[in-house]
Every structure is written in C-alpha cells, then in structure tokens.
C-alpha cells in the first residue's frame, strides 16, 4: 500500500487545464469556508480568528500530504461538541495538548495501516451520530440567533433548552430577523443560484444591513474585538506529563472522530470523481495538519465533506486547489480581517442553522428506520447517547452493540447440513445446475454474485468488485440467492449502485432475493426505487428480463448452451 501523498502523484501528470480548473476551485472553495471556518469557532466558544487559523495551517497540509486527490481540510461542525466540552473543562492551553495528541495518534493509525478498519464503523453508527452532532449544534446557536440574554448556557443538552425557554422574554427582535434573513438569502442562493458563494453572500447582505440601519446587534466586534490580521508566530502549548495523562481519551476522541470524518470524506469525494483515496497516508496528513495547527494557534481539523463536494463541483481536479483554497484564505484575512467586526453574531449563527441541518442527514436516518430492527435500534440508540451523554461514549456503544447485533443475525442464520456421505465420498459431486456458466449471458450484461451475509464487513469489497466493470453495461443483474441477510450498510451500498446506474442508463437487476433482504428492502422503498419487475427469482428469469430491456429475443429452450466466463464471486 502506497504512502505517497496524492499531490506527488497527480504532479507527474500535470497540465494547464488542470491548473487552471484548480485555481478556481480554489478560489470558490476558499471563500465559501472563510464564514464556516469563523462560525465553527464560534460555536466551540473560541474566537473566530482561531477557526481562520485552522482552515489555512490544517487545510494546506491535508491536501499537501493527504491521500484524497480533491479533499479540503479544515475546522468542522463535527468538533463543535468535543472542543466546547474540552474548552470548558481544560481551557485553549488543555484543547492544544489534546489536539497534538491526536495528531500524533492519526500519524500512528496511519503507519499502522488502520485505515482499512475505518471502514468497519457501521452506517447505523456514523449517522446515529452525525445526527446527534447537528442537533446539539442547532441547540448552540440558539442563544446568538435570538439574541437572548444569558449569560452562561449550561452544556448539558436538557438544562441548555431549559435556559433557552427561561430566557424567551429577553429575545431580540432585531437580531432574529438577521438570522432569520440570513437563513433565507441562502435557501434562496442554493435553490436558484447554486454556484454562488450562498453562505458567505448571506453573511454579508446581514452585515451590510446591520450596519446601515444601525441594528442594535451583538457583532464580532462587540464580543471579541478586532481580528488579527496575520498568523500568529509558531508555538507549543505548556504541558506536563501528568497533564497529558489525564487528556488521553479527549485525545483519542478527536483522532478517531478525525478518522472517521476525514475517510468518509474521501470515499464520498471518491464516488464524486470516480477515483480512490489512500487511506493510511490521508490518516497521517490529517495528524500531520492538526499537529502544526495547534502550533499556530489553531484547533481539530479533518475532511470537511462541504466543503470537499463544493471543491469537484467547481471543478478541483487536483490537491493544488485545496493548497489555494488556504491561500485565499490566507489574503483574505490579511485584507478584510478588519471589516470582520462588523458581521452580526446571529447571521453567523443562521449558517450554522443551515450546516445543522445538511449535516442532520435525515433523508438516511428516516430509511435506516424502515430497515432491520436492529439497525434502527443501534442508530436511535447513538443518536440519543450523542445527544443526551458524550459522542465518545455513543461511537463506543454502537460499534459494540452493532458487533453484538451481528454475531446473533450470524447465528440465527445458521445451518447444520449431513455431511457425513461428503466425508466418506460416497456421493459423486454434482455440478450446480443453477451455475452461470451453464447460462448465454447477452453482449453488455454482467453479472455479479454475491454469497453470505451483505453487511457492513463487506461494503467495501462489494464496491471494489463493482468497480471491475470498465464501462457502464447495459444491465447490471446482482445475484443474491446465497445472501439470507442484509443490513443498513448494504442498502445504502445498493442504493449507491442504482443511483450510479440510472446516470449511467444501466438497468439493475436483482436475482434470487431470499426472504429477510425482500422484507427489508421492502420496508425501506427500495424495490419501488429500483422498480418491483427488477427483481426477479432466478437466475434465468433475470437474464430474460435483460433480454426483454435490451430488445434481444429469447432464446428458444432447446438452444444449445453457450459457456461464459463467470466474474468472481464476491
């Protein structure tokens, strides 16, 4: 496995036409996370300088080093919680010790080649989670969108909604409908203007407005002063050995989490571009980044999948347009850090609003709930322990209930067989009358089969599989005959694939569906989204409906059998 980083790659095959398309991804990606980065920041209880300081340090180093050919690093909405937790209980210098911490942990898991074990967090879990994370974001913005007066909000999730409601007599009329607006102004940007800056256009109309008619809102300026305008001269924070002690499992919560955040990330971008992240060296990268983000005054950093998906929408072919996304970003605080005062604390919060919910993923949430009762049980289950109790413990439960929840399905699904005529070779072996080979496959049809449990253990061969199809067929039949089980992680793989397949004019076709994969994907709509005539009981009856589709006739029953090369069995 390669520990090259992808910029050393894609450099040997530079050209003017991938410069050019880097130059302005980077660009518009640069000034799209200029309001996030301050935003995040803010939300962690941190000035908004420190998030600047991340989005530059961080995101250089993550697309010099990394392993993603289009990944843009920086400050998340995923760290809010963590580092507002740490920030309160240990303050900055406690949150620079934890953050070099982890830095040095994601280096190891890299060397280690731990990228690979990622993969095996099951979908229930990551969204049980991210799910938690945008809600106990919306949570923190309440106060700065309504401009209540408070004082200090609790960090318990209960107690914060029980000030907020105390409190609802001192909201700000004028600072509501700044956040209110901002909200606005960007639904609006997306749904008709989608390649506009929608974020950064929102929090400037607001401020422009606040400042004409002298609203009286609470601004950068009212609550941190002025933004620096350079980056601060590298340093380390003071620690003891007994202190880092004590930081160990924050530690180890902010690399895992900038593991998970960062490779899921990449395998989204992946999906995007058609291409193949390097796990273990993206893994370093980012403990690379977040080391020498600390040094300069910043905070966590990993994948930002935003900000990613709007860098290959703009046309970032390269890691070079990530390094000028954090030079813009650079300029930008050197020539417009003091105008930065003036934006209203509650337009900030109104994006964080909108990052809440695109984060909240509900469309996922909603279909892991249709699916397997235990997937729906492990999903509900992290999703309230990240919100009511800690994201560590949440990660931690899931993976161990989903391990649990497994090994029951496997055992429910057990079989004993007579074996005993097999051991003594009194039975000639047969030839499976059911084989492929035994079977015309038409010219631009591939079939794929897959045998055992399709769970999360196996996503990632089952996509590696699929990807040996050169150039898009014309059908695509999925044998699952020996499939008795399926879960929350398959279906989104297979819906995934029938996305990938409509754009590609592939016609997908399942063959063999036992009892429990029909029920589930009965319960999640998936046989009305890839059409109830697509799945079919046989293999035969699959390579017909291909026929059918594709316009070829028949074949006729005493037609002699044509052999074909059957693709490896997944």
């Not at 995007?272 to 005054?297: C, D, T, W, Y």
């Not at 892991?368 to 949440?394: E, Y």
């Not at 695509?476 to 929350?488: C, E, K």
Request: charged share 15%.
């Amino acid at each position: 496995m390669s520990f090259t980083p992808k910029l050393f790659t894609e450099l040997k095959h530079y050209s003017r036409e991938k410069a050019i398309a880097d130059v302005f991804a980077g660009i518009t990606v640069g000034v799209v996370a200029l309001p996030l980065a301050m935003a995040f920041a803010i939300a962690s209880g941190l000035p908004p300088e420190r998030g600047i300081f991340t989005a530059i340090i961080a995101g250089f180093i993550i697309s010099a080093i990394g392993g993603s050919k289009v990944q843009i690093g920086g400050p998340t909405g995923a760290f809010v919680i963590l580092v507002s937790g740490i920030m309160v209980k240990y303050g900055y210098n406690g949150l620079a010790v934890c953050t070099l911490m982890s830095g040095i942990m994601l280096v190891l898991f890299g060397l280690f080649r731990f990228g690979a074990l990622i993969k095996f967090i099951p979908f229930p879990v990551t969204t049980g989670f991210t799910t938690g994370i945008a809600v106990v974001i919306l949570s923190t913005q309440i106060k700065d969108f309504f401009g209540l007066k408070i004082e200090t909000v609790p960090a318990e999730f209960i107690e914060k909604w029980h000030m907020y409601l105390s409190h609802l007599s001192t909201l700000s009329l004028q600072s509501t409908l700044v956040g209110v607006g901002t909200v606005i102004i960007i639904i609006f940007l997306r749904k008709f203007y989608p390649k506009l800056p929608a974020m950064l256009i929102g929090m400037l109309v607001a401020t422009i407005i606040a400042s004409i008619l002298k609203l009286n809102v609470e601004t950068i300026g009212s609550r941190f002063g002025d933004l620096p305008r350079v980056l601060p001269a590298p340093s380390l924070p003071d620690f003891t050995f007994v202190q880092m002690k004590g930081l160990i499992q924050p530690a180890f919560t902010i690399a895992l989490l900038a593991a998970i955040e960062s490779l899921l990330s990449a395998t989204v971008a992946d999906g995007m571009i058609g291409g193949k992240h390097r796990p273990n060296i993206e893994l370093i990268g980012q403990g690379i980044a977040n080391f020498f983000s600390v040094m300069f005054g910043g905070i966590p950093a990993t994948g930002a999948i935003a900000r990613t998906a709007t860098n290959v929408k703009s046309g970032g072919k390269t890691p070079v347009a990530g390094i000028i996304h954090a030079i813009v970003l650079a300029l930008l605080l050197l020539l417009f850090a003091p105008m930065a005062k003036l934006i209203p604390l509650s337009a900030l919060s109104g994006i964080l609003v909108v990052v809440s919910y695109n984060m909240s993923e509900l469309h996922h949430f909603s279909s892991i709930l249709k699916g397997p009762r235990s997937d729906a049980f492990v999903l509900v289950l992290t999703f309230i322990l990240t919100v009511l109790v800690d994201l560590t413990v949440a990660v931690q439960v899931g993976v161990i209930l989903s391990a649990m929840l497994f090994i029951k399905r496997m055992a429910e699904i057990s079989n004993v067989g007579m074996i005993t005529k097999m051991l003594r070779g009194d039975e000639d072996e047969k030839e499976d009358p059911n084989a492929l080979k035994l079977r015309q496959v038409p010219e631009g049809v591939e079939v794929f089969e897959v045998i055992g449990p399709f769970f999360f253990g196996m996503i990632d061969t089952f996509k590696n599989t699929i990807r040996q199809v050169e150039k898009p067929p014309k059908a695509l039949i999925i044998r699952i005959r020996n499939v008795i089980s399926v879960d929350a992680s398959a279906l989104h793989v297979l819906r995934e694939l029938n996305t990938q397949c409509k754009k590609d004019n592939t016609l997908l076709i399942f063959s063999g569906v036992h009892s429990q994969p029909l029920i589930a994907f009965e319960r999640a709509g998936f046989l009305d989204e890839v059409g109830r005539d697509n799945f079919l009981g046989n293999i035969d009856d699959a390579l017909n409906r291909a026929r059918e589709i594709m316009g070829l006739a028949l074949l006729e029953r005493n037609s002699p059998f044509t052999p074909t090369v059957e693709r490896e069995k997944i």
